[in-house]
């Protein structure tokens, strides 16, 4: 065990850990709302919303987070037309292009969470505000969208944990996060072990705040 | 199309050998996987406190730290490992572990700590009843386990490997960082000597829809074979 290495890392790591939180907060807020708009397209009674909502989220679960990151960065900038639009401003820094695949890919996982949180919602609660002469569109709001949140807590927490990982494969595009922070400390000094120790254990305590944070929504939240 | 052929014209054959690859390392890591849940299960649901504490640390740690920083371990400090304990054998020279031995095992932990979760959850929710009557009946722990437990659990655990399937087989497009030639890597080579990125890693994308495809099909047959009788 080289102790003297793992405190010389520790602030690098520490530094690139801002870079991962700041992806991964980035990537969940776009996401959140890819998430909830195609949960809506998946709930409408329109067949080609519907289907198009359907083969998105089937497309973006059915293959690995690294394919999707790499036909962003590397495909797109071989389309003339974006190269010579100003989506080029966005995807030519391996930073957005990152949080774009982020956000679609949560997005798909988000809008399938959701979905379901509002699927569980029962009939009764919307026929009571119908009855009560609430517009539909205040029960939406006011009604569904709140027992929705609190429904997909558990899950979404998960989802959460599962982005926080995601973000380590923006290292193959060349970002210092975390994980490529301790790829370049482990490839410089041969010492996997030790670098490993560091960054899992921030990665460790991110996780564990985050699980926390959302057992406190969920007893907030309980009714 | 023609970048597809097969031969050396094109990159068909390559990709067709590479989806093998992928298959082929889903499956080991599956397995290992499968390994690892079957050491680590049993140490979760113990009532002894100190192996809890083993099983869940395990658990905790591999699904608490992202996939590409196992791979790292593994790749840089798999051979490491394998010459110290050679070299408590006398033996001194350079060992240098196979990508694919170094990749499943590290896909495979990973697939294990999911896999632990399923079965341990999987165990907890049969009857308590079904471990009474099968004692007072007087059979015997490995036969009660065998032809009382596992058929039961098996049913309820399906569905949730079925996830854990898809997990490893989309993680097994990491250890493309450690040149093993899977389809992720082979892509990558296809698209550099073509340059053309954007078909070759859509077909990726193609090929693993088509892998995530046709296992779910394989995968709804057991459940409902399992599932007879419910």
Same mark, same amino acid.
């Given at each position: 065990?080289?102790?003297?290495?793992?405190?010389?890392?520790?602030?690098?790591?520490?530094?690139?850990?801002?870079?991962?939180?700041?992806?991964?907060?980035?990537?969940?807020?776009?996401?959140?709302?890819?998430?909830?708009?195609?949960?809506?397209?998946?709930?409408?009674?329109?067949?080609i919303l519907n289907k198009f909502a359907y083969g998105y989220s089937y497309l973006f679960r059915g293959t690995p987070l690294l394919v999707q990151i790499f036909i962003i960065y590397f495909g797109f900038g071989q389309i003339e037309f974006i190269r010579e639009s100003f989506l080029w401003i966005i995807l030519k820094e391996p930073y957005w292009c990152a949080i774009i695949a982020f956000a679609l890919n949560t997005g798909a996982y988000t809008s399938e969470i959701l979905r379901s949180a509002f699927e569980t919602i029962k009939k009764g609660y919307i026929e009571a505000g119908k009855s009560l002469g609430i517009s539909s569109k205040i029960i939406f709001y006011k009604i569904q969208i709140p027992i929705a949140i609190r429904q997909s807590l558990p899950a979404y927490g998960n989802e959460i944990i599962l982005m926080l990982k995601g973000t380590s494969l923006a290292s193959t595009v060349t970002l210092m996060d975390l994980t490529g922070v301790a790829k370049y400390i482990i490839s410089t000094t041969f010492k996997p072990i030790e670098v490993f120790i560091v960054a899992g254990s921030i990665y460790l305590f991110m996780t564990f705040l985050i699980h926390n944070f959302i057992k406190f929504l969920e007893r907030k939240y309980n009714y | 199309m023609e970048l597809l052929a097969f031969g050396k014209t094109g990159w068909g054959d390559e990709l067709f050998y590479a989806t093998l690859m992928t298959i082929a390392?889903?499956?080991?890591?599956?397995?290992?996987?499968?390994?690892?849940?079957?050491i680590f299960t049993?140490?979760?649901?113990?009532?002894?406190?100190?192996?809890?504490?083993?099983?869940?640390f395990y658990t905790t740690v591999i699904r608490?730290?992202?996939?590409?920083? !196992?791979?790292?371990?593994?790749?840089?400090?798999?051979?490491?490992?394998?010459?110290? !304990?050679?070299?408590?054998?006398?033996?001194?020279?350079?060992?240098?572990?196979?990508?694919?031995?170094?990749?499943?095992?590290?896909?495979g932990i990973i697939s294990g700590a999911y896999s632990t979760e399923v079965f341990r959850g999987a165990i907890q929710s049969i009857d308590k009843g079904q471990f009474e009557a099968s004692k007072v009946l007087g059979i015997k722990k490995h036969i009660q386990f065998y032809k009382i437990i596992l058929p039961q659990m098996l049913r309820l655990a399906i569905p949730n490997l079925s996830n854990v399937w898809q997990i490893t087989l989309k993680d097994t497009s990491l250890i493309s960082?450690?040149?093993?030639?899977?389809?992720?890597?082979?892509?990558?080579?296809?698209?550099?000597?073509?340059?053309?990125?954007?078909?070759?890693?859509s077909f990726a994308a193609v090929l693993y829809l088509l892998l995530t495809f046709l296992s779910m099909k394989l995968i709804n047959r057991l459940e409902i074979k399992y599932s007879r009788g419910f």
């Open positions: 065990m080289d102790l003297e290495l793992m405190i010389n890392s520790f602030p690098k790591l520490l530094n690139a850990t801002v870079v991962t939180l700041k992806l991964l907060s980035l990537s969940l807020f776009f996401g959140l709302f890819i998430g909830l708009l195609f949960a809506v397209m998946r709930m409408s009674t329109n067949l | 390392v889903s499956i080991t890591a599956m397995l290992i996987g499968f390994l690892f849940a079957l049993p140490l979760k649901l113990s009532k002894y406190k100190s192996l809890n504490v083993i099983g869940n608490g730290v992202p996939e590409l920083l !196992v791979i790292y371990l593994f790749f840089f400090g798999g051979s490491g490992a394998i010459m110290f !304990v050679a070299s408590m054998f006398g033996y001194y020279e350079y060992i240098e572990i196979n990508a694919f031995i170094t990749g499943s095992f590290a896909i960082v450690t040149g093993l030639v899977e389809i992720m890597r082979q892509s990558y080579i296809a698209a550099g000597s073509t340059r053309d990125p954007l078909f070759f890693y």
